[in-house]
């Protein structure tokens, strides 16, 4: 695959870090460099998520790692495991101190009280009265020193490692227009004595420090709330789990929490009530609705053998289910672990982000600096060019610059696990992106991976049902697939009758005497060497039935041939049409099989496939050499298989898609995990992949624009630095609210 994904050597160990303190992109990238330069690290840090994922090699520790960030004026701490939903709600209600919401709506709600009658008085000149600027430096001097204190505290931090971030463009231009506003009035005491005085009478700018720190608080508060939102999908999928268990100890039914029941144990499920763990049905039998993992709608049947997972809702009857696995190692967590780490990746496209970030800020400081110095030089006029330098610092803030890429992909990725479709890293997107060819594997994936009964021929004068229920009860007794498919139907039309004499040939077939009957089923070289004499038309009813795409089995009674019964892998309702769904959006779906060309035409044709397109007779050791040749004409592509020996041509694939109801193998060496068994899951990936990665370069698109287009006419004195307040504020909102729109993907 050429999907990048965690580096697992063994000298290598990943951390998960909670980093307390950053505010935008340029907090991340400082993140990254400081971590970075300690020897063999490399860092991965997420602005939404609040985190970083860090490979440290043999011989940096832990502590090492946390003293780095806070060395970086930043806060650090180890992410406690498999407890993601108690984490976020720390963030809500204690930490750090700016990037809580309460703490936010306290400084924001006392900035407001003080800023409206400040904008009143300064703006309205039938508002003033005799001296109403001391009044005014009065209400604006709690908003600067009190609402705005988050922005100058990190601005302060980082100046102490030479660093500027955005909070040091805001720092800066709130307390430019405070500081500047003050000296003018204590310099001249008299200067708003007279009341009704308009704007241009006067050089008092209180008010643009008081409504840009509200604002900008504003905008971090609900920047805050939406990214909470964002990260639901994340918190709802871990907070899925049953949160008790009835265990079965020593005959008594034990209630007691779900996380405390061991592998091997019985537990009982009743009715309406979640699966404890996964495991597997030892009695009972019911319908389990599966939705919440695997997002497909119609309840699974259950009975003895049934594997279940966790979370999962039992609907009807009760069961009795042995824990086949228990805390991290069960399927939900599994789910957790996949989405997080997709979370906390990064994106080729966000890399271009982060390289303009780094150099960004002192860059805009340069801007400001040389508006103010040119404007003064020309006009002459201090008042305008402070205007202009305060208004291109407020403007320039690149908060959706560093909210653009991961918001989305965090929306994104959490939007795909409700769905059942689990994306593992932010490259997949792009991967996505550029396919043009789709291998599909038959058995499991365009099939059920169950063999079925699909018909019964006899012989003149012998009924399809007698034959059926003689072999039935004959292949009952053997544990082949093919032979438990015939059985199963021969049970829907009567009991099975005894059998005596049973014997098994491996790779031939299987005998019995049923009542005074000698029944033989299998092969035709199986039935010839039990003294059956297969004439030309037994041979053509067993061509025919081949021709058909069906595997023949022949039956004979007391040495004379009788019928030919035919099974096939029946294939998956929604098959055809995903099918049609992949080759609507230009994709090339090909057909990948272990079986000979015959079964494969035909389960091409009912789910219209080209016949060109299908690789038939291909043993599991040479799927990925059938996905390598697809590659070296040029191709790029995706493969969809859920079996153990799908695991080397998903790892060969360029994009590899592991069906959940597939093995752990094919799960690991894939790119996207769909949990449910739909066909119709892959169109989605793709078409979630997509959406997602389409939304991020539109948020990109936004930011770059917007400060691109917001710092030019700054410097030219055409924006009020109220206004550019307004709009950075808006700017990031308007970045995470377009990321949300995500949520509603799939959503008729």
């Known amino acids: 695959m050429t999907s990048e994904t965690p580096t697992h050597s063994p000298e290598l160990r990943t951390v998960d870090l909670d980093i307390q303190g950053m505010t935008c992109a ?7 460099r400081k971590l970075g330069k300690l020897p063999g690290v490399t860092a991965s840090v997420n602005l939404p998520l609040e985190s970083a994922k860090v490979q440290v090699p043999a011989g940096i520790s832990d502590d090492e790692l946390i003293s780095t960030v806070k060395a970086a004026g930043y806060g650090a701490s180890l992410k406690p495991e498999a407890k993601a939903p108690e984490h976020h709600e720390e963030h809500e209600h204690g930490g750090h101190e700016h990037l809580v919401p309460n703490h936010l709506l306290r400084r924001l709600v006392v900035s407001a009280v003080f800023t409206i009658p400040l904008f009143i008085i300064s703006m309205v000149p039938a508002a003033q009265f005799p001296h109403w600027g001391w009044l005014a430096f009065a209400l604006a001097t709690p ?16 100046a102490r490692h030479l660093a500027s971030t955005m909070d040091t463009l805001v720092s800066l231009g709130v307390l430019a227009a405070y500081l500047f506003s003050a000296i003018q009035l204590f310099l001249d005491p008299q200067m708003t004595a007279h009341t009704g005085m308009a704007m241009s009478e006067h050089q008092l700018y209180f008010e643009t420090a008081g409504v840009v720190a509200t604002l900008l608080l504003l905008g971090r508060y609900l920047e805050h709330r939406a990214k909470s939102s964002a990260s639901d999908a994340l918190k709802s999928l871990l907070n899925l789990g049953a949160k008790h ?28 009530e979640k699966v404890a763990t996964d495991g ?24 003895p053998g049934t594997n279940v997972t966790g979370a999962t809702l039992n609907t009807s009857g009760r ?33 271009l982000a982060d390289r303009i970030s780094a150099v960004f800020v002192p860059i805009v400081l340069s801007i400001a600096v040389l508006t103010f110095l040119t404007w003064w030089l020309v006009t002459g006029d201090t008042y305008a060019a402070f205007v202009a330098a305060v208004a291109v610092l407020v403007i320039a803030c690149p908060c959706a610059l560093g909210l653009a890429t991961p918001i989305g992909l965090l929306v994104g990725t959490g939007r795909g696990a409700q769905m059942g479709i689990l994306i593992r890293g932010p490259q997949v997107l792009e991967d996505t992106r550029k396919l043009d060819t789709i291998v599909l ?9 169950v063999m079925a009964h699909t018909g019964t021929r006899t012989v003149d004068g012998v009924d399809e049902a007698t034959a059926l229920a003689l072999a039935g009860a004959v292949e009952h007794h053997s544990e082949h697939p093919i032979a438990q498919a015939i059985a199963a139907a021969a049970s829907t039309q009567a009991p099975l009758a005894e059998v005596t004499g049973f014997h098994a040939e491996p790779g031939g077939g299987v005998k019995g005497t049923v009542g005074t009957q000698l029944v033989v089923v299998g092969r035709p070289s199986w039935l010839e060497s039990q003294g059956v004499t297969l004439d030309e038309s037994a041979r053509q009813m067993l061509h025919e039935s081949e021709q058909a795409g069906a595997t023949a089995i022949l039956v004979a009674v007391d040495q004379q041939f009788q019928a030919v019964i035919s099974v096939a892998d029946k294939i998956k309702d929604s098959s055809a049409k995903a099918i049609a769904e992949l080759q609507e959006r230009g994709l090339r779906v090909v057909l990948l099989t272990g079986d ?14 080209k016949q060109e397109d299908v690789f038939a007779g291909v043993f599991p050791a ?9 590659q070296v004409q040029g191709k790029v592509v995706a493969m969809v298989g859920d079996g153990v020996n799908d695991a080397p041509a998903l790892a060969q694939a360029d994009l590899g898609i592991a069906m959940g109801s597939g093995t752990d193998v094919a799960i690991e060496a894939a790119d996207i995990t769909l949990m449910g068994n739909d066909l119709h899951q892959v169109t989605q990936a793709i078409d979630l992949s997509a959406k997602t990665l389409s939304t991020i370069k539109m948020n990109l698109f936004w930011a770059f624009a917007y400060n691109t287009a917001g710092i030019p006419v700054a410097a030219l004195g055409l924006l009020n630095p109220m206004i550019a307040g307004a709009a950075m504020a808006a700017s990031s909102v308007l970045v995470v609210l377009n990321s949300l729109r995500l949520r509603r993907f799939g959503k008729q």
Request: charged residues 20%.
């Open 26 to 32: 340029s907090c991340v990238g400082r993140v990254e």
């Open 143 to 158: 908003v600067v020193l009190y609402g705005a204190w988050p922005f100058h505290k990190a601005a302060a931090i980082n």
């Open 245 to 272: 268990a009835t265990v079965l100890r020593e005959g008594q039914e034990v209630k007691i929490p779900a996380d405390q029941v061991r592998i091997g144990e019985h537990f009982v499920v009743r009715p309406g």
């Open 280 to 303: 597997v049905v030892i009695s009972g039998t019911s319908a389990i609705d599966t939705s919440l993992i695997t997002g497909e709608s119609v309840p699974q049947k259950a009975q």
């Open 319 to 351: 069961l009795v289910v042995e824990a086949t696995r228990v805390g991290s190692d069960t399927t939900l967590a599994q789910m957790g672990r996949l989405v997080s780490e997709a979370q906390s990746g990064k994106a080729p496209i966000a890399r």
């Open 441 to 449: 594997d038959k058995t499991g994936t365009v099939t059920t991976g």
């Open 596 to 609: 000979n060309k015959l079964v494969a035409a035909e389960v091409a044709g009912q789910v219209g496939i």
């Open 622 to 630: 040479d799927k990925a050499k059938a996905i390598s040749t697809l």
